[in-house]
């Protein structure tokens, strides 16, 4: 399995992961740093393959990672990516099959030069989690629809998550996450301020998450909540899992941290605007999505002028509403 880089794409990818468990395969991931902490010492993955980071020119790594690759004796590569990153992964394991999507449905189309099976999308995936499952018909595999996120069991993170919650006096609590890869997703952290204002007045505590370089943007949020948000303590990404787990809500961008509540079944309110929530928003029908659509999307590019500050225009009485909502529906 070929899924690189960022924590939503390897999270949408899981099912897959689950599908080729119920039908007797061995699987192994290729995965760059960002997302290897939820795939390593998984119970469903006999290989887990360290890629460097594309940007990095980790040279001698890769050669290493290809060399590993190899001892494996792959029967199959699948590129779920689509990019000339992944395919080249793919090809580098030495599998007999290298299959991906053929160039229509490739964020690269070009490097579907690369594969030696190309596959078409001949069913109705609209989200990407579909789309991914879809690949596996290549194996005679049946397994869109589903939506079983098989993340590993830590223990030893429990634990942790709930002494630091009991530190935090936060035993109902809601996450908001300002934070995430691209900033033109991103809504304001004066905003979540606002957020945690009206959750304590609903009986709820704000607990801040942030990642790495995103402490300063978490203070924000406290600064701006009139002492409503909680700042989260530090946490991996199987921390947050077992935070999530424990969530009355988590309300964030289209980020690592909102799939992440998705897969593990926690209520969320995700806020949209140039990515389509259709293809990578929350799948549960209970979730809600506040969305404002620019006109280029959807859009998957990083900095674009039409999209630009689209965020801005999501209020926070709307949010709120959502929130309502989705509380009431969760019981």
Not at 2 to 29: F, K, N, Y
Not at 42 to 59: C, D, F, K, N, S
Not at 266 to 285: E, Q
Request: net charge positive; glycine share 8%.
């Amino acid at each position: 399995m070929v899924r690189l880089s960022s924590i939503g794409d390897v999270v949408h990818t899981l099912p897959c992961l689950a599908a080729l468990h119920a039908h007797d395969w061995q699987a192994g991931w290729v995965v760059e740093p960002p997302s290897r902490s939820l795939l390593a010492s998984h119970p469903l993955l006999t290989h887990v393959a360290a890629a460097p980071e594309a940007r990095g020119h980790g040279i001698r790594q890769a050669m290493i990672t290809g060399r590993d690759l190899r001892r494996q004796a792959y029967d199959v590569a699948l590129d779920f990516q689509g990019l000339w990153k992944s395919a080249a992964w793919a090809r580098l394991s030495g599998a007999r099959r290298v299959v991906g999507f053929d160039r229509p449905w490739r964020r690269e189309g070009l490097s579907a030069m690369l594969l030696r099976e190309k596959a078409e999308l001949d069913v109705d995936a609209p989200h990407v989690i579909d789309k991914n499952l879809a690949l596996l018909r290549t194996l005679g595999i049946e397994a869109i629809g589903s939506r079983e996120f098989p993340l590993p069991f830590a223990p030893r993170e429990a634990e942790e998550v709930e002494r630091r919650l009991g530190e935090l006096d936060a035993a109902t609590f809601a996450i908001l996450n300002p934070g995430g890869g691209w900033t033109s997703k991103l809504w304001k952290p004066e905003r979540y301020g606002e957020i945690a204002e009206a959750l304590r007045a609903r009986g709820l505590a704000a607990l801040v998450t942030w990642g790495p370089g995103e402490e300063r943007l978490a203070d924000r949020v406290v600064g701006a909540s009139g002492g409503s948000a909680i700042k989260c303590f530090p946490t991996t990404l199987l921390d947050y899992v077992e935070l999530a787990r424990r969530a009355r809500l988590v309300v964030a961008a289209d980020t690592g941290p909102l799939h992440l509540a998705c897969a593990v079944g926690t209520p969320v309110v995700g806020l949209f605007g140039p990515t389509d929530p259709a293809r990578n928003g929350p799948f549960s029908p209970s979730d809600i999505v506040v969305r404002r659509t620019p006109l280029c999307a959807p859009c998957h590019r990083r900095k674009c002028n039409l999209h630009e500050g689209v965020m801005d225009a999501v209020a926070p009485e709307e949010v709120l509403r959502a929130i309502d909502r989705r509380l009431a529906s969760s019981g």
